[in-house]
Each structure stands twice: as C-alpha cells, then as structure tokens.
C-alpha cells in the first residue's frame, strides 16, 4: 500500500560569490557619457540596430560594439512595463523596497531599457522625462538615471 507522500524542500547552502567584471571599452564610455548627462546607445556597424545600453557585442549579430558606435539618445520615452517590488534584493544593491523596475522604449532604439526608480506612481503607457541625477548623487553606474512624467 502506497503512503500519501508530503512535498518537503531543505535549503541547506546559500553560495554567494564575489566578483569583478572588466566593462569593455563600449560600456566605459556609456557611463562615461551618462556622467556628463548624456544617454548613449551603440548603433551596430553591421546590422544598424541601435542597442541600449550597449553591450560589449551586438546582441543581434554578434558584432563586437566599439566606443566610437555610440550615438546620443532623445531623453523621452514611453513606459511599457512596471512593477512595484516589496522585497529586499541582494545587500549590495543600491534601492532599498519598495522600488519600481520600469521598462522604457526610448525613441531609435531597438532594445527596451530597464530602470530602477524610487517613484512608484509611474505606469504603463507613461511619458517620461530621463533626468540624469545630481552631480553628487552620481556613482557613474546605471543608478545615475531616473525618470519624471511628461
Ligand atoms: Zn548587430
């Protein structure tokens, strides 16, 4: 005769790993750029796609993305996506909750970009404004963008 069975899970490790990660010429100078305000895409020498933010290789053909693609950006865009998160991510992230995870479509660019922001009254289907933050809130990472309604 069968027992019923009850579904039990023990979490007995947690790895956490440290780690350094190189940026690559392009992205050096997207937060270069976003220092000095300026939101910068790379337009893909090989199949034209316009990629924010921009990768060390195009996402769509594999072309190694260099310093001199990048082109300045429009700061609107639309929203396409929002949530609200209620719980704490990792230690070192840089929001504490709750914190909006917004999706932008920026005009020209072919990629959506994804922003972390402690509005919580911005929806779908809203214009935004990008605004790059204070110079002395800046760190020189995708932190430094945020975002006000039209
Ligand atoms: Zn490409």
């Given at each position: 005769m069968r027992k019923d069975r009850k579904h039990k899970s023990v979490e007995t490790h947690r790895i956490v790993i440290d780690y350094e990660e190189d940026l690559s010429d392009v992205e050096q100078k997207f937060y270069s750029d976003l220092k000095k305000d300026k939101i910068s895409a790379a337009v893909c020498k090989k199949c034209r796609k316009v990629i924010l933010?921009?990768?060390?290789?195009?996402?769509?053909?594999?072309t190694r993305l260099k310093p001199s693609d990048l082109v300045s950006l429009p700061n609107s865009a639309k929203v396409l996506s929002q949530t609200v998160v209620h719980y704490p991510y990792?230690?070192?992230?840089?929001l504490s909750p709750p914190f909006s995870i917004i999706v932008l479509k920026i005009p020209r660019a072919d990629t959506s970009f994804i922003i972390n922001s402690k509005r919580l009254d911005i929806y779908l289907g809203d214009r935004v404004k990008i605004l790059p933050k204070r110079q002395k809130e800046?760190?020189?990472?995708?932190?430094?963008i945020d975002i006000e309604k039209f």
């Open positions: 933010p921009p990768p060390p290789y195009c996402p769509y053909c594999s990792p230690e070192d992230f840089p800046k760190k020189g990472d995708i932190t430094d």
